[in-house]
């Protein structure tokens, strides 16, 4: 069975690496109109920042799976029983 938590890390990862490459070379674009630049590089910058708040919350949600009672976990699996 795939691993949800590392398949949500993997995609996040992912999604950000390609936001930080976005954005450096928005930075490093010499004919572009500067403030598009600067509007483009905030939305950039914003999404990284959401998928960097996205990454905390995983680490936080999948930490706990351990402290979940048999009965909570298994009420959130009840499409494969």
């Known amino acids: 069975m795939p691993d949800l ?4 890390n993997n995609k996040l990862q992912n999604d950000k690496y390609y936001h930080e490459l976005e954005l450096v070379r928005l930075a490093q674009e010499p ?4 403030s598009k630049k600067i509007k483009l590089m905030i939305k950039k ?7 960097n708040s996205q990454l905390s919350e995983l680490v936080k949600y999948f930490s706990t799976d351990t402290n ?12 494969t029983e």
């Open 31 to 34: 004919n572009m109109n500067y």
């Open 68 to 79: 979940i009672p048999n009965n909570q976990q298994s009420q959130g699996q009840s499409h």
């Open 45 to 51: 910058m914003s999404k990284i920042t959401l998928i």
């Open 5 to 8: 938590k590392v398949d949500l």
